[in-house]
């Protein structure tokens, strides 16, 4: 509960694919076939844009995609008009159990004062505003107290509206690094273990993998490097030996869970590649070689320019301590994501949505087209990418048939006006309708 605030503010600071969903206040399951039409389809197989897009669903799969399908007798049409069909979005870092606003102070306060079940009625809300905003699944990279597990399986059972979610549980690093608690006085608030993923050599790391995995991660996140929302690291310097990242990485693939590491620095991020990391996420002080060897890895770059943007806004209500790292993030974030783009570094969507609020996760691809990337590899970002990232590309990212009807339609043409991602007209996930405006 404590540490809710750092995990939950994380750029300081499988899920059941198939499973039948019930939402409350969602329309009813399809009980015949849905035709949805718009002016345009993205396909993100191709990263094109096709005219006339429709896509059949049956109940929660796609049957068909193109222009030219067939409607079935007796299906139900909906025309969007001049919008744009696209897979569901897919936020590749987030903390649904955080959230945050502009006073830094009563955040923290909040953090250490909510009851567990108290946050997760508000992770709840940030669920379903997630959802609302076009997003279908999510990877929640950190969170305490099992929040986001029980979150994700609240949705999976229908009692809750929200995103496919991957969840890691509690974060794993050392002590004092950026998966640790604040430095509270030890005699007041007794240190954490690596139930609660804080960690110092390799056997440590190792339990702490196994704990997170035990009490039900899909995905393993850790802290090679410090943060920036957290009171007691350097942002840019590794926190962990080459032997721990060893061991964390090395375990969680052992168990078939991908990992992503929280890098700021340069140094951290080049030993994490070299124990064998799926993603960096934030990169913000990453050097050219280090995204070459990413490309040459295959490793993901997931950037949370929108995270770096929003602490750089926010720099001048933080502690002193805390507000010089965001001002220094916030400097070279979007440059080193502009210098991914030039090298070709794979990249994920992703925004550390708890930094800044939830909900408004599309703002990612505005930055990342302004950072250089074309606005159809930005929509692959968030969408193909995000699924080869979190190894769920066999059931979403692409609208194809046999594929899980998650499904968003934004107004008129995103290649020619990326910001139409952040207002969404149409959201469908598992072949049900959270969102239609027409
Ligand atoms: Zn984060």
Redesign the pocket.
């Given at each position: 509960m404590i540490r809710k605030k750092i995990l939950g503010a994380?750029?300081s600071?499988a899920a059941a694919l198939g499973a039948s969903y019930a939402g409350v206040a969602a329309d009813a399951p399809a009980t015949r076939p849905v035709v949805i039409k718009a002016a345009h389809l993205f396909d993100s197989v191709s990263g094109k844009l096709i005219d006339h897009g429709a896509v059949v669903v049956v109940g929660n799969k796609i049957q068909a995609v193109g222009a030219d399908v067939t409607v079935p007798a007796g299906a139900e049409v909906i025309d969007l008009g001049d919008a744009t069909l696209l897979p569901g979005f897919i936020d590749a870092?987030v903390?649904m159990s955080g959230e945050s606003s502009d006073n830094w102070y009563k955040d923290f306060y909040q953090g250490v004062m909510r009851f567990t079940a108290e946050q997760a009625l508000y992770a709840a809300r940030n669920a379903r505003v997630t959802l609302e905003a076009g997003f279908t699944s999510v990877r929640d990279?950190?969170s305490t107290d099992y929040i986001s597990a029980s979150l994700r399986n609240a949705i999976n059972a229908g009692i809750a509206e929200g995103p496919r979610m991957l969840v890691s549980n509690y974060a794993v690093g050392s002590t004092g690094g950026h998966a640790d608690q604040a430095p509270f006085p030890p005699d007041r608030i007794a240190p954490v273990g690596p139930l609660k993923g804080v960690c110092n050599g390799p056997d440590e790391c190792r339990a702490a993998v196994r704990y997170q995995i035990k009490f039900g991660a899909d995905v393993i996140k850790f802290m090679p490097s410090g943060g920036v929302l957290s009171l007691s690291d350097p942002v840019d310097v590794p926190e962990m030996t080459q032997e721990e990242m060893n061991a964390i990485v090395s375990e969680a693939h052992t168990w078939g869970r991908k990992v992503a590491a929280?890098c700021h620095g340069d140094t951290a991020a080049k030993m994490a590649i070299a124990a064998g990391v799926d993603s960096i996420?934030h990169g913000s002080f990453l050097k050219d070689d280090t995204l070459a060897e990413m490309k040459k890895k295959h490793v993901y770059l997931v950037a949370?320019m929108f995270a770096g943007y929003w602490v750089g806004q926010k720099a001048d209500t933080f502690p002193p301590a805390i507000a010089e790292k965001a001002r220094a993030a916030a400097a070279h974030i979007q440059e080193t994501f502009a210098h991914a783009v030039k090298i070709g570094t794979p990249v994920a969507l992703g925004t550390?949505a708890a930094?800044e609020p939830h909900g408004r996760n599309a703002f990612e691809f505005e930055l990342m087209v302004k950072n250089g990337l074309p606005a159809a590899q930005a929509l692959l970002a968030g969408t193909r990418n995000g699924a080869e990232l979190l190894g769920t590309a066999d059931k979403v990212g692409t609208l194809q048939p046999g594929k899980l009807a998650d499904i968003v339609a934004v107004p008129g043409n995103p290649l020619e006006n990326i910001a139409a991602t952040e207002h969404p007209v149409f959201v469908m996930k598992d072949g049900k309708v959270y969102v239609k405006k027409t």
């Open positions: 994380c750029f600071a870092h903390h990279v950190g929280h996420e949370t550390d930094v």
